[in-house]
């Protein structure tokens, strides 16, 4: 069983469940209600088949995931693909070996959610209240929560069982605290004035033509089902808002807090349970004699609040370990608790102050109230005309008027756009996405696409632009510009090969400084971790190959600006460990394991792809390229 290499699971798949839910609702919501019968594949694996939604849905999460990092969206939706294939081997693989996620264990996991707790603690109601929302069975969740821990525990099995020795360590540190000492020159770009010739910019234009081109453009029509729309429609009388507000009053309550003093009695290796409880007894005997913040800051194993008497600050209801929320409850003001058993130890629990909760007047908050009475409301009747639309825009593809007749819905327009860019509702990648899709493009109804939890749109067509080649007339200083980068880059290029060449056959770096009029740059001392240089010229440094006796190592480094580097390595120094590097010996080899684990698992990974039924279409190749 799977359950006996780990019990429970925190890693990366779980993490992506927990950090991604709201994401991953969006995944698997109306997608489930789609017929995917008409479209092709974009990849298999097995059995198993995807489509381009589900690489656009994939491509969705990994762009929140990397918003920001400047990764083109091609990439991320390549990333996407390849994320859902090894995803899916694994999964199969760890199927046929017959490993499970217990029911308590996924059940415990589930109640971790935030999503579905309330005041912090989970509630069953809320729970099929947002499934419900997400038009998902409680089966089909937990099914993909147990798929998630699966994988979850098979890597964790791999990486945990993965071992360092001191060896490996010492040699870390070898590697880790190496010095390097190089000499340096940098060869600029000139600045050429030469103008190409129209010759060369025709050429050029005529091997480059899809770089200088109008991108396809097109704009939409569409109908918006919105929940906020829907709730301002919802009418309201002061009867129904009061009744709303008296059943709802929780919600507009601040709740009693109460100030928690404790003392603690740790249960560890060293001190067992009942050695502890006596502590902890004998402690509130001593209470009758001598003051509470007294004791606490000689006895107490909380050594950081003992210094302040045991204060534990001001908690609302829920916030605290359920054994110390229950004794402070019954606890009236300035009494101590009987030893109270938590994950930690015992404690002696006093409540020092009370603030009384606080309830917020019906006239004050009237108008949070109609909005959250509107939307209560709203919410069955937007679930019921999203139903509605799905099928109605399957139905009737070649029109939207049935759709917003029926839903009382306006068919708005769009600007033109670009697979890249837009504005008003194309600003959405959501809707560029869709819009620019085959079954789009061939003239029907798009799927329904959710924007968030509370809108969805469905749209088509209206004006399609293809692709046009700009003028060459248009985009002749362009060229001319480019021409001339590249003569330089060449120019730059060539040169520092030559210098590069006459270093290795012997000559003097300086000599060739002088006759070239460039500047040495000398730097000792050079570590992995501490050093000034640009990122690809500090790895170029530590990749090559160390001096052979007196000879240096020659190469030479291109930089983002087109400059390239010529580098003397002159002298490597093995690194030794530091006091300070032997005082972290057991956190480095715990790391130096997890990276070996971690190698292990993505080995495995690899192996498994390898070997699998994969197949990816050229054509959904071509279509997710268009998308």
């Not at 780990?6 to 950090?19: W, Y």
Request: hydrophobic residues 40%.
């Amino acid at each position: 069983m799977l359950t006996k290499i780990r019990e429970k699971a925190h890693g990366l798949f779980a993490q992506v469940l927990l950090i991604g839910i709201c994401v991953l609702f969006g995944l698997w919501g109306i997608n489930n209600y789609t017929d995917s019968s008409k479209e092709a594949a974009v990849a298999s694996v097995g059995d198993k088949d995807f489509y381009q939604r589900d690489v656009n849905k994939a491509y969705e999460q990994y762009s929140q995931q990397f918003q920001g990092m400047g990764i083109d969206e091609q990439s991320l939706k390549d990333q996407a693909l390849e994320k859902l294939i090894s995803d899916e081997v694994l999964l199969q693989y760890v199927h046929k070996q017959g490993l499970v996620a217990t029911d308590d264990a996924t059940r415990d996991f589930i109640k971790t959610l935030p999503y579905f707790q309330i005041d912090g603690k989970f509630n069953d109601g809320q729970y099929k209240a947002v499934l419900s929302s997400q038009r998902m069975t409680s089966a089909d969740f937990v099914s993909r929560i147990k798929n998630a821990l699966i994988m979850e525990q098979f890597q964790n099995g791999l990486i945990n069982s993965s071992f360092a020795t001191n060896y490996d360590v010492e040699n870390f540190f070898k590697i880790q605290n190496q010095q390097r000492d190089v000499d340096t020159m940098t060869v600029t770009i000139p600045s050429l004035t030469e103008q190409p010739s129209d010759t060369e910019i025709s050429s050029y234009y005529q091997q480059h033509q899809a770089q200088y081109q109008i991108p396809e453009q097109l704009s939409i029509e569409y109908v918006e089902l919105s929940l906020t729309d829907l709730a301002k429609k919802v009418p309201v009388t002061d009867e129904k808002l009061k009744a709303f507000y008296e059943d709802q009053k929780d919600t507009y309550t601040t709740p009693e807090r109460r100030k928690i003093s404790h003392i603690l009695f740790i249960v560890n290796d060293k001190v067992d349970d009942k050695t502890a409880l006596e502590k902890a007894q004998k402690a509130k005997q001593e209470l009758a004699t001598k003051d509470f913040s007294v004791l606490a800051k000689e006895v107490s194993d909380d050594k950081l609040t003992a210094k302040t008497g045991g204060d534990l600050g001001l908690f609302n209801a829920g916030a605290l370990e359920k054994p110390l929320e229950d004794a402070a409850k019954t606890l009236k003001l300035g009494e101590v608790s009987n030893p109270v058993k938590s994950a930690f130890g015992y404690h002696l629990i006093k409540v020092t102050e009370l603030v009384a909760g606080d309830i917020k007047p019906y006239d004050s908050v009237k108008n949070e109230v109609t909005n959250a009475y509107q939307k209560a409301q709203a919410e069955n009747s937007f679930y019921e005309s999203g139903e509605a639309l799905t099928a109605l825009s399957f139905e009737h593809p070649d029109s939207l008027q049935v759709v917003a007749d029926t839903l009382g819905l306006t068919i708005k327009k769009s600007n033109l756009f670009t697979k890249d860019k837009g504005d008003g509702i194309a600003a959405e990648d959501k809707i560029r996405s869709a819009a620019f899709a085959e079954e789009v493009l061939q003239g029907n109804n798009s799927t329904p696409i959710e924007l968030g939890s509370d809108r969805l749109v469905v749209l088509r067509q209206l004006e399609h632009k293809e692709a046009a080649a700009r003028d060459l007339k248009d985009v002749k200083a362009e060229i001319a510009a480019v021409l001339l980068a590249d003569k330089a880059k060449l120019q730059t290029i060539t040169q520092a090969k030559k210098i590069v060449s006459r270093l290795q056959a012997g000559e003097s770096m300086q000599a060739i400084a002088a006759e070239q009029k460039l500047d040495i740059k000398k730097a000792t001392g050079l570590t992995r971790n501490k050093q000034e240089l640009p990122a690809p010229l500090a790895d170029a440094i530590f990749k090559a190959a160390k001096p052979v006796g007196d000879k240096p190592s020659v190469f030479m480094v291109p930089l983002a600006t087109g400059e390239q580097v010529i580098v003397n390595l002159t002298k490597v120094t093995t690194g030794v460990m530091s006091e300070d590097d032997k005082k972290k010996l057991e956190l480095a080899k715990k790391n130096i394991a997890h990276a070996f684990g971690q190698s292990e698992f993505n080995t495995v990974v690899n192996s498994l792809q390898s070997t699998a039924d994969i197949k990816i279409t050229p054509k959904a190749q071509q279509e997710q390229a268009a998308q």
